[in-house]
């Protein structure tokens, strides 16, 4: 997949407010592979809203969101099954772990579907990121920070075309979050994929090639 286009999008529960102030709403936006995108938002602006609209989980908006000149409304259930087991991936702010699992099975979940890391890749990510004592601690005995981190290879473990990190680094420090940074780049380069970060405090420093105020 290469583009993702909304055109005129608005929740329905914003549709008639009226000066509704955003960089997304009410606008024709492209997002291209390869390039890299920052949405801030403040509370209740809909940021949550277009990640899921994004991901397939809510169709509540007016407009239309096109992947590759294809209306997402149109897609049917194995259509996007497709897509979220090669084109998009997602990091959620709530990260939609299970805890009573342990990192390293969360992840296999996720990579049985496509094969699509190795073992030694997995762990080397672990080792960056400072968790390779937790690759068999259970998700629920892990603080956020932590658990944030497994969230992202998680991520990580599939094909991608377009990588949408919702408040990626939220519980972080800078150094961690530095890190963090520095593996997602790297693996969007190599995929060619495009990265879409949203926040509404602080977010990875990357030179972005576009910023939105939602």
Known sequence: MNEIRLNNVVPEIFAERENLRSDIWHHDIVFERGKRYLIEAESGTGKSSLCSYLYGKRGDYRGQILFD?????????????????????????????????????????????TNARTRA?????????GIADKI??????????????????????Q??????????????????????????????????????????GKHPHIDYDKHFKL
């Open 69 to 113: 000149n294809n209306d997402i409304k149109r897609l049917s259930m194995a259509e996007w099954t497709t897509l979220r087991q090669n084109s998009i991936s997602i990091l959620f702010q709530e990260l939609r772990l299970f805890g009573e699992l342990t990192s390293w099975e969360n992840i296999e979940i996720k990579n049985r579907l």
């Open 121 to 129: 890749q997995i762990e080397s990510w672990f080792e960056e990121l």
């Open 136 to 157: 068999d601690s259970r998700i629920d005995k892990m603080s956020y920070g932590q658990q944030q981190r497994v969230a992202l290879i998680r991520a990580l473990c």
């Open 159 to 200: 094909p991608f075309d377009f990588l949408f990190l919702d408040e990626p680094i939220s519980h972080l420090d800078d150094r961690n979050g530095d890190i963090m940074r520095d593996i997602i780049l790297r693996e969007a380069a190599q995929s060619g994929a495009a990265i879409i970060v949203t926040s509404i």
